[in-house]
């Protein structure tokens, strides 16, 4: 019998990318989650959505809280939104406090009462580290039709935005270590490119089909390797192989 698991998550998740000859954002076919399915012996269904926050997300469990009991496993990955900030205010009120979409606080503990929730319902949850960004793409990205000066100004330094989205890649991976919950690190694997850049789309954010493929490994790679029996085994390792 296949392994089933249930993925909740934001738009890296979903599958989500920016197309620059489209130049709107669209479903990638061979994101990283249908690459899972096509190669292991598992049933996915993804609940993810473009945007969510954890609070979002929270939300969406609550109405498949009856499903879950169905799926040995469920993945999720959250963050990317939650450290995110309302750049029109801030580009606006550069002198003033602005708080993210989810402070990190907060974001901690509604990751731990997520995983509560899902052990409540009989499945066992895994998390997912975010992808690092693109500094100089992001802060180009969200300046778009606003004041970069006044932005910048608020960010005292462009790096400041990866430090910020690497606060809350922390802040997952300390949610699984207190809460005992098997993490995939893809972050390591991005960082571990010369020019990690080339794997996320030109909004700076999103991994691009590359990106995608890279996710995949990993994970395939590290399902392996955790500490209880998950997938016997790639189905198409050869060809998972050959295209990373």
């Not at 799926?71 to 993210?100: I, M, R």
Request: hydrophobic share 35%; charged share 25%; net charge negative.
């Amino acid at each position: 019998m296949n392994l089933s698991v249930c993925i909740f998550g934001d738009s890296v998740s979903k599958g989500v990318i920016f197309d620059s000859a489209l130049k709107k954002y669209t479903l990638l076919r061979d994101c990283f989650v249908n690459r899972i399915k096509r190669s292991f012996p598992v049933i996915i269904k993804n609940y993810s959505r473009f945007g969510y926050t954890i609070t979002k997300g929270m939300e969406l469990m609550r109405r498949h809280m009856s499903e879950l009991v169905g799926y040995d496993y469920t993945v999720l990955e959250f963050g990317g939104n939650d450290c995110d900030f309302n750049w029109a205010e801030v580009s606006a009120k550069p002198d003033e406090e602005h708080q993210p979409k989810t402070p990190v606080g907060l974001f901690e503990r509604k990751y731990k009462e997520l995983i509560a929730q899902v052990r409540t319902c009989g499945s066992r949850p895994i998390l997912l580290t975010l992808p690092p960004i693109d500094a100089d793409r992001y802060f180009k990205w969200i300046s778009k039709g606003l004041n970069p000066g006044a932005i910048l100004k608020w960010l005292s330094d462009v790096e400041h935005i990866y430090r910020w989205h690497e606060r809350y890649n922390l802040a997952v991976c300390q949610v699984a270590q207190e809460c005992d919950v098997p993490v995939i690190d893809i972050s390591s694997a991005f960082l571990e490119e010369h020019h990690y850049q080339l794997f996320l789309c030109e909004d700076g954010i999103h991994p691009n089909e590359d990106g995608h493929r890279l996710i995949s490994r990993v994970i395939g790679e590290t399902l392996q390797r955790l500490p209880f029996p998950v997938l016997p085994g790639p189905v198409h390792s050869q060809a998972v192989t050959a295209e990373t």
